[in-house]
């Protein structure tokens, strides 16, 4: 699948990352000056058309994850990739936080061979620099069909900020990610 897009103005690219609950992670990466829009839904397993029951059972291989629309002229794929890293837990296997099962794994599905090839340099760069006590276990696989999440799950920290699990699980999470990419965060 090819990653660009063009329209008359400027090219779009497409990334598409899966690191743990989308709630979480969308709320995250919307945020990003240069992301024009920010998609929660499912890839990487065998059901066609799969529904969020269906994935959270575990048995459809589909991991939770967001497509991501971006202005490469206004931020790259090595700064998503970066927010990607550091925001989640790319060490444990099928597991963040409280979140368990191989829906909930690091995993980028990437578009093109420079999105592979990025991805690989700057795990390896990871793993190489010790920053974490144990080896990265994000998966790196081309992208598969992407299968948009119901409309429930879009934007759901901003229409649901007030719910117990985004105060306690989600806004810690924002709030930790805004101060390390004050930088990246759209003005």
Same mark, same amino acid.
């Given at each position: 699948?090819?990653?660009?897009?063009?329209?008359?103005? @400027?090219?779009?690219?497409? /990334?598409?990352?899966?690191?743990?609950?989308?709630?979480?992670?969308?709320?995250?990466? /919307?945020?990003?000056?240069?992301? %024009?829009?920010?998609?929660?839904?499912?890839?990487? #397993?065998?059901?066609?058309?799969?529904?969020?029951?269906?994935?959270?059972?575990?048995?459809?291989?589909?991991?939770?994850?967001?497509?991501?629309?971006?202005?490469?002229?206004?931020?790259?794929?090595?700064?998503?990739?970066?927010?990607?890293? !550091?925001?989640?837990?790319?060490?444990? %296997?099928?597991?963040? #936080?409280?979140?368990?099962?191989?829906?909930?794994?690091?995993?980028?599905?990437?578009?093109?061979?420079?999105? !592979?090839?990025?991805?690989?340099?700057?795990? &390896?760069?990871?793993?190489?620099?010790?920053?974490?006590?144990?080896?990265?276990?994000?998966?790196?696989?081309?992208?598969?069909? &992407?299968?948009?999440?119901?409309?429930?799950?879009?934007?759901? &920290? /901003?229409?649901?900020?007030? @719910?117990?699990?985004?105060?306690?699980?989600?806004?810690?999470?924002?709030? !930790?990610? !805004?101060?390390?990419?004050?930088?990246?965060?759209?003005?």
């Amino acid at each position: 699948m090819d990653s660009k897009l063009t329209n008359s103005t @400027n090219t779009i690219e497409i /990334a598409t990352f899966g690191n743990g609950c989308f709630w979480c992670t969308e709320a995250v990466f /919307a945020q990003l000056n240069g992301v %024009l829009s920010v998609e929660s839904g499912y890839s990487g #397993g065998q059901m066609i058309n799969p529904d969020y029951k269906s994935v959270c059972s575990g048995n459809t291989g589909h991991a939770e994850c967001l497509q991501i629309k971006f202005n490469p002229h206004t931020i790259s794929f090595t700064d998503l990739l970066e927010v990607f890293w !550091k925001t989640h837990d790319p060490t444990t %296997l099928n597991r963040q #936080g409280g979140d368990v099962g191989t829906q909930y794994r690091s995993v980028i599905f990437y578009h093109n061979d420079i999105q !592979k090839q990025e991805a690989e340099s700057y795990k &390896f760069q990871l793993d190489q620099s010790g920053i974490y006590n144990n080896l990265i276990v994000t998966e790196i696989s081309a992208a598969e069909i &992407f299968y948009p999440a119901e409309n429930y799950h879009q934007d759901y &920290f /901003a229409n649901n900020g007030s @719910n117990p699990y985004c105060q306690l699980v989600v806004r810690p999470k924002v709030e !930790k990610f !805004k101060k390390s990419f004050e930088h990246l965060i759209k003005p």
